[in-house]
Nanobody
Framework: QVQLVESGGGLVQPGGSLRLSCAAS????????IGWFRQTPGKEREGVSC????????YYADSVKGRFTISRDNSKGAVYLQMNNLKPDDAAVYYC??????????????????WGQGTQVTVSS
């Protein structure tokens, strides 16, 4: 069974940085596009960023462009989200998810079949 595990969340002050990691096991990561999503209570899950299976194509939500960077290391079975200049509006539970259509960079959660359990990001002074 496909497993995804997020890590790297925590409490950071506005303007600070965090690096989230998504560790994949029990499947070949290079065949999957991986997306990062976030969700706060009462709101829909939002697509933040996505990277294709071989890392050639990426997507960023307008709200994070220029501040977040997605990357992947298929040899390590990992995808990363470097988050810089964090703002209070970035606070959320962040999830990584796998889309078996590895070429498809998407922001719609329905395109993703496998999900991690989430990691909390809190941005507060």
């Amino acid at each position: 069974q496909v497993q995804l595990v997020e890590s790297g969340g925590g409490l950071v002050q506005p303007g600070g940085s965090l690096r989230l990691s998504c560790a994949a096991s029990r499947f070949s990561l290079e065949y999957y596009a991986i997306g990062w999503f976030r969700q706060t209570p009462g709101k829909e899950r939002e697509g933040v960023s996505c990277i294709s299976g071989v890392g050639r194509t990426t997507y960023y939500a307008d709200s994070v462009k220029g501040r977040f960077t997605i990357s992947r290391d298929n040899s390590k079975g990992a995808v990363y989200l470097q988050m810089n200049n964090l703002k209070p509006d970035d606070a959320a539970v962040y999830y990584c998810a796998a889309n078996p259509r590895g070429f498809e960079v998407a922001r719609d959660p329905l395109r993703f079949e496998f999900w991690g359990q989430g990691t909390q990001v809190t941005v507060s002074s």
